[in-house]
């Protein structure tokens, strides 16, 4: 009898989602630090103070990184096949979009086509 290897199971829409806040939120307070400082070292802090400001920064970038991040993971989640699956359809499928090689080629080959079609109407 065969064996079966167990596949390890897919994270779920809702560990994606929490996945994808979390380094969303990283990804804001990092940016929200850097840009933060630079405007606190280029305007000055203000009247709230240097830190008061600075979490300002950093809290609202890491809310919209984490909000949007969350809902990319999810969206990317969502779909009808499993991945693998997913792979073997799109490699089975008549492709849509070309290669920049390929689509290199057919504009050459057009245009040689075009240039030879305009020479013979002239001569």
Do not use: C
């Not at 969303?24 to 830190?51: D, H, K, Q």
Request: no cysteine; glycine share 10%; hydrophobic share 45%.
């Amino acid at each position: 009898m065969a064996t079966r290897t167990p596949r390890s199971q897919e994270p779920s829409v809702w560990q994606k989602l929490k996945m994808g806040a979390l380094m969303g939120g990283g990804v804001g307070l990092t940016i929200g630090f850097i840009f933060g400082s630079y405007s606190i070292l280029r305007s000055g802090a203000g009247s709230r103070g240097f830190l008061a400001t600075l979490s300002q920064y950093m809290l609202s970038s890491a809310a919209t990184f984490s909000f949007f991040l969350a809902v990319g993971s999810v969206i990317r989640n969502d779909a009808l096949l499993p991945p693998h699956l997913q792979t073997a359809q799109m490699q089975l499928l008549s492709p849509l979009v070309r290669s920049r090689a390929e689509g290199a080629m057919l504009m050459r080959a057009r245009w040689d086509a075009e240039k030879a079609r305009r020479t013979a109407t002239t001569a």
